[in-house]
Every structure is written in structure tokens, then in C-alpha cells.
């Protein structure tokens, strides 16, 4: 299972998902931050988030170490007054690097800092399903009709619904945000926009928010931990589905779930279809090629990785009646981006990698042959 809790830069975002929701449970302070808009260069992008407790300790980060310091003290004069507030942080001008202009923070970033609420417990709840969901806070207002920190949710296209502890948005500004939301909505992307309401103008933030990302791996042989290891670190909640003898949660500690059972019947291990990311790693021919079946003919799941050589998949495809043409745009053998290395680590950041390029709809390359920026600007029209 991830833990994240050594450093906030650990925290992945299920795990910061996780003790939001722990923190609800037990009524306890906290601010929640969060980057609504970065005009220039920053580290992260919007929509990126911290928890900082009653005690002023972090849990995750939203810059590279250029703010952590100044959003401490600023939380803990949210919590003091109880309400929501944006701050604009202006990294531009900072000639003598007191932000810490070397880091790469070098724009004009906006963040949200609102007390945690039970305004996140229906978003939450939503995401545990398996369900996308679009949160839109007021992040500005020209009218205390429409308060900072209102917000609603809408999920996969419905009307938008009201959240506890937080006025609603209007139905006009929501409606005046309706691109956005299609633009974000099941993407994992958030911006900011400017709603000219009746009254007045409402800056929105949009948050298009998906379940974690699920991994999971067939298998449970000693190559299993690296890869469930380096999978966690990355974000993605990794569950081993053991085809050779009884396996639990102390012999694979990365995993959020492990499941004994059949090649045959590693569909019932797969929750999310659309967000989960398979590799087929027993290291037997025949379960192998049960488990591809299974895999591509009764669920969904976009990435089917295959452990081992081209020329042992070609074997395992020559016994199969099921496996075809069509489903082989889903399998990747071998299983992997070309990073050269053979150790044990390697391989399994290798495998990894992959499987993350495909979530985010990537080839794997390199960043300085990407021309334009790193991260795709949001098309809203």
C-alpha cells in the first residue's frame, strides 16, 4: 500500500484522496489548497492539491518547495476564520529568490485555501465507485450573492448537485461554465474561468477529477514487488491477483488488494475497467494465455501488458481460439518502454512507465523533443 507519509512530495493522489476522507471521518481541522490558476511557469499545474493539518503539517505539496512555507502561515489563518479565501502568489518580480525563483517557480500562480469540510465527502464518495466527477468552487466574486467557496459537483453529465457545509453555485454560473466541464470532465485536468452572472462575475474553478488509476497484476512470483512497488510510487493503486497458491496482503505490502484465484477468473478483479491497467506476469505459458483471455474478452480495460518475449507471445496467441486481431490493440508484449536496463528495478520502471504513458495518452518519449509546453494547454471552445 502507497504511504506517502515520509515527505509531502511521497504523497500520491489517492493517498492525499485517502486521509482527506480519514480526516472527515473524525471531524478533524485541516485546510485544504489547492492551484486554480498559473499564468507562466510553475510546478505544478491546477488543480494540484495539499492538506495541511491543524497542526500546520503538510500532506502532499502544490509547488517545488517555492511556497510550502508562505501557505503554511496563510492556512492557518484560514482555519482561524473559518472561511475560504484565494491568494495570488507572484514569482515574476522576486529578483533576490526569496520564493525560490531556482527552483523553476517563475509565474503567477493562484490557490485556493478553504477549510476541510464535508463539501468533499459526495466528491469522494463518488470517486470510491469509480465514478469521474467535476467539482466547481467560487474562487472570486464581484457579488455576496455568490460567496467564495460555493460549490457543486456534477457527474458524467448530469444537472449539478449541492455538496453540505457550502452554498450551491448557481445554476446560471454553472451553466455559464458548461464548455469547461466537457473539456475536464473524466480528464484529471482543472482550470479557472470567469462567469458573468446577473449580478456580477464569479471566477470558477473547474476540477475534472477521475478514481485513481488502478494496476493490476497477475502473478506472484518474486518480479511482483518491484513492480507493484514502483506502481504505487507512481500513483496507481495496485492490486495482485495470485494464480498459484494463497497469497495476502503481508507478502505483497505495495498492494492495495490481493486476490487468490484462477487465471480464468482475474475479471473479478478488475473493479473499474477504464481505469485499470493489467500486466500478465506468472511466468507460465498456460495461465498467461487464460489470463490474456479473461482479460480481453470479458472486461474492458484499455492496457493488457504481457511479461516475456515477442516470440513466447506468438506461442501463447497460436494456442488461443479467442484472442483476436481486433483485441491485440489493447496487448502490449513485451510489456515496457526501451529504458535499456535489466536490473530487477529497472524493468519494473520500465513496465510501469509504460503503463502510465498509456493512462495519460502518451508515446513514452523524450521531453526535450516535445515541442510547446510539457503539460497541454486546456481547450475549452
Known amino acids: 500500500m502507497s504511504d506517502g507519509s515520509t515527505h509531502p512530495w511521497s504523497v500520491t493522489t489517492g493517498d492525499l484522496r485517502r486521509r482527506m476522507r480519514r480526516e472527515l471521518d473524525r471531524d478533524a481541522d485541516g485546510v485544504v489548497v489547492t492551484v486554480a490558476d498559473v499564468d507562466g511557469a510553475a510546478y505544478r499545474r491546477p488543480g494540484a492539491k495539499m492538506l495541511v493539518d491543524a497542526d500546520g503539517a503538510p500532506v502532499g505539496a502544490v509547488t517545488a518547495g517555492c511556497l510550502e512555507d508562505p501557505i503554511t502561515e496563510s492556512s492557518m489563518d484560514v482555519l482561524d476564520a473559518g472561511t475560504p479565501r484565494r491568494e495570488t502568489f507572484d514569482l515574476t518580480e522576486d529578483d533576490d529568490d526569496t520564493w525560490g525563483l531556482g527552483l523553476g517557480c517563475n509565474g503567477v500562480v493562484d490557490v485556493l485555501l478553504e477549510p476541510l469540510d464535508r463539501s468533499w465527502g459526495a466528491p469522494l464518495d463518488e470517486l470510491g465507485t469509480g465514478t469521474p466527477v467535476t467539482v466547481l468552487t467560487v474562487t472570486d466574486s464581484t457579488t455576496s450573492e455568490v460567496p467564495v467557496g460555493a460549490r457543486s459537483y456534477v457527474v458524467d453529465g448530469g ?68 513492480v507493484g512497488r514502483v506502481g504505487s510510487n507512481a500513483g496507481f493503486e495496485v492490486t495482485v491477483h495470485s494464480t498459484r497458491g494463497a497469497r495476502g496482503p503481508e507478502d505483497f505490502p505495495s498492494a492495495e488488494r490481493v486476490e487468490t484465484g484462477r487465471p480464468s477468473t482475474v475479471a473479478g478483479s478488475v473493479a473499474v475497467p477504464e481505469y485499470t491497467y493489467a500486466v500478465v506476469m506468472t511466468h507460465n505459458l498456460v495461465d498467461d494465455r487464460l489470463a490474456v483471455e479473461t482479460l480481453l474478452s470479458e472486461t474492458a480495460v484499455p492496457y493488457v501488458g504481457v511479461m516475456g518475449p515477442r516470440e513466447r507471445f506468438e506461442r501463447l496467441r497460436a494456442e488461443s481460439d479467442t484472442i483476436t486481431d481486433e483485441a491485440l490493440d489493447r496487448v502490449a508484449t513485451p510489456v515496457g518502454l526501451d529504458l535499456g536496463g535489466g536490473e530487477p528495478a529497472e524493468i519494473a520502471l520500465s513496465v510501469v512507465s509504460e503503463a502510465l504513458a498509456v493512462s495519460n495518452d502518451r508515446e513514452g518519449a523524450r521531453l526535450k523533443r516535445r515541442e510547446g509546453p510539457i503539460h497541454a494547454r486546456l481547450e475549452t471552445q
Request: aromatic content about 0%; overall charge negative; glycine content about 10%.
Open 159 to 226: 444537472r449539478p448537485r449541492g455538496v453540505a457545509d457550502r452554498d450551491p453555485v448557481p445554476t446560471g454560473v454553472v451553466d455559464g461554465a458548461d464548455a469547461t466541464v466537457s473539456a475536464v470532465h473524466g480528464r484529471e485536468k482543472a482550470t479557472t474561468v470567469d462567469v458573468e452572472h446577473e449580478r456580477g462575475t464569479v471566477s470558477l474553478l473547474v476540477e475534472g477529477l477521475e478514481p485513481v488509476r488502478k494496476l493490476l497484476l497477475v502473478g506472484s512470483q518474486p518480479d511482483v514487488h518491484p
